[in-house]
């Protein structure tokens, strides 16, 4: 039987009712508050302990000269991911060329374009014998494709040295090119994500050069052209100035795009040139959020103060699966054979 036909690139595949609003007003910038200069609450504070994978790993990345979102962006979960030889990977240079500014990665001129790059990223996941990898990478809007290959070509580095190993990437919007987002897709990734990070209200002031439309659009895209037992991820930012209700329909749209996986995490203001912090949202407010997440049909959720995208990728793509087809995953299966 003939597969059936994918909708052409330049088709739109949102489904009808989803709020696509692609204009919106500028808020102006939040203003400080307690949180934004106070001390973190108990629930966020972590101890850092380096033990002897997190030396290794640190030592592995620095000599293949490959940059880690762990380390850009300050994850708070650092040290117990690398301790547990999980590590998410940053591609296409150190350089963002948007400027959103809750981010921590620098915004500027990318350096050059290292086209050796996912190979190093592939070697280096074989000799850290990692059963799930995850790839993001900034925006690289000086590239004709945004950066689309290097995503593309990473994914089947990994698969070409380690076939068993399942492989997520978190990429950006390829300023709403679909042929970018169909040669990553074509890549057969595990799981694609996109991050929308906040509600409609404050996209042009938190997500500057991206549109709250056309993440959705990517991502609706992506799932109507990945194939059954690949999944399609997002997260949400909480402590910027959202309100309750606004995260529930961002959720809402999420879900009706065919979203299967999602985060929600704390914003942790990385100095006072950044967006300030509006506030600290308690756990019992994140589990309460995963509880509404998941009677929406999310087939797995993170809500955490402490939780990233990448947190736990593995169990999520594993949970994606069982609910999909019943059954675990080929990297998950090969891991646990």
């Known amino acids: 039987m003939s597969e059936p036909a994918r909708p052409r690139a330049s088709e739109p595949v949102i489904p009808p009712g989803v709020r696509t609003l692609g204009v919106l007003p500028r808020t102006p910038a939040p203003p400080p508050t307690e949180a934004t200069f106070g001390r973190k609450p108990p629930w966020l504070k972590v101890r850092a302990t380096t033990g ?34 999980e590590a998410t990977f940053l591609i296409g240079g150190e350089r963002c060329t948007r400027a959103c500014p809750f981010c921590q990665i620098h915004t500027g001129k990318p350096a050059g374009y290292d086209t050796d790059e996912p190979r190093r990223v592939a070697h280096a996941i074989a000799r850290m014998g990692l059963n799930f990898a995850v790839i993001t990478g900034v925006a690289r809007d000086d590239l004709p494709d945004g950066g689309a290959w290097l995503f593309a070509e990473s994914v089947r580095q990994v698969r070409a040295l380690l076939p068993t190993c399942g492989v997520e990437v978190l990429i950006p919007d390829f300023r709403g090119d679909p042929d970018s987002l ?24 938190i997500r500057p050069g991206f549109t709250y439309a056309g993440s959705l659009e990517l991502l609706a895209r992506a799932r109507a052209w990945l194939p059954a037992g690949h999944a399609t991820k997002s997260n949400l930012i909480l402590g910027m100035g959202e309100e309750r209700d606004e995260v529930l329909g961002v959720m809402d749209d999420l879900r009706a795009v065919g979203v299967e996986l999602l985060t929600i995490t704390q914003y942790l203001q990385p100095s006072r040139a950044h ?26 959720v993170e809500s955490g103060p402490l939780v990233r995208s990448s947190y736990h990728a593995g169990e999520m793509h594993k949970a994606a699966v069982q609910r999909q087809r019943g059954q675990l995953p080929a990297w998950a299966a090969a891991s646990e054979g």
């Open 52 to 85: 002897p994978n997190y030396r290794e790993l640190k030592a592995l990345v620095r000599d293949g000269e490959l940059h880690t979102v762990c380390e850009q962006a300050g994850c708070p979960n650092i040290y117990e991911c690398w301790e547990a030889r």
């Open 182 to 205: 169909r040669a990553v897709v074509d890549a057969a990734p595990d799981v694609l994500g996109h991050n929308v990070e906040t509600v409609p209200r404050l996209y042009k002031r």
């Open 275 to 300: 967006l300030n912090l509006q506030r600290f949202v308690p756990p019992e407010e994140f589990a309460q959020l995963k509880q509404a997440a998941e009677a929406l049909g999310f087939a797995h």
